[in-house]
């Protein structure tokens, strides 16, 4: 600002509160890797800005997205509720802040985009989500995510199995590349 002696402007550039942290989240991160981002993200030298993975984790639950939204979700975990965007974080930023404008950014930009569609393919907003993710770990490529996620609600459509190898993942402790029997 005008007027600002070097002390002063010192002193403004070591309050690490004024400084924000820019992290970009792809779609079909699951929470951890999520959290594993925004904690490298925050990490400088001298010190961290930004809450450690564990913290972003434990903030992640159906309760915080329900204090976010308004929206209760008929699951403990809120897996695919983080909206993927580039996000910009005050350093010092609390982990229960940094979650709650991810599950408002999902809410503002996917419940209201897709409310017809929901309502249309007789889906509910939280089977949305599943069916997206796990179009999501079957797509190589993001040609495929169309034709995969046709041919998943066609199974639904017909009460068949949806038949994926991809919900496997949700089981296990660590995301696996490929699956093998």
Request: charged letters at 30%.
């Amino acid at each position: 600002e005008p007027g600002k002696n070097a002390e002063e402007i010192a002193k403004q550039l070591g309050n690490h509160d004024t400084w924000t942290i820019k992290v970009t989240l792809p779609e079909g991160l699951t929470i951890a890797q999520i959290a594993e981002r925004i904690e490298k993200a925050g990490k400088v030298e001298g010190g961290q800005w930004l809450p450690r993975a564990k913290e972003i984790r434990a903030a992640a639950t159906a309760d915080a997205y329900r204090q976010a939204t308004g929206i209760s979700l008929p699951t403990k975990s809120a897996e695919g509720y983080l909206f993927p965007a580039t996000y910009q974080f005050e350093a010092g930023s609390k982990a229960d802040q940094i979650v709650a404008v991810m599950f408002r950014e999902f809410f503002t930009r996917f419940v209201r985009k897709y409310e017809d569609p929901i309502r249309t393919r007789r889906l509910t907003p939280h089977e949305l989500v599943t069916l997206a993710s796990i179009v999501e770990r079957e797509a190589v490529k993001d040609t495929e995510r169309p034709i995969i996620a046709q041919v998943f609600l066609n199974r639904i459509t017909r009460g068949m199995k949806l038949e994926s190898c991809a919900t496997v993942e949700y089981i296990l402790p660590q995301h696996k590349a490929r699956l093998t029997y």
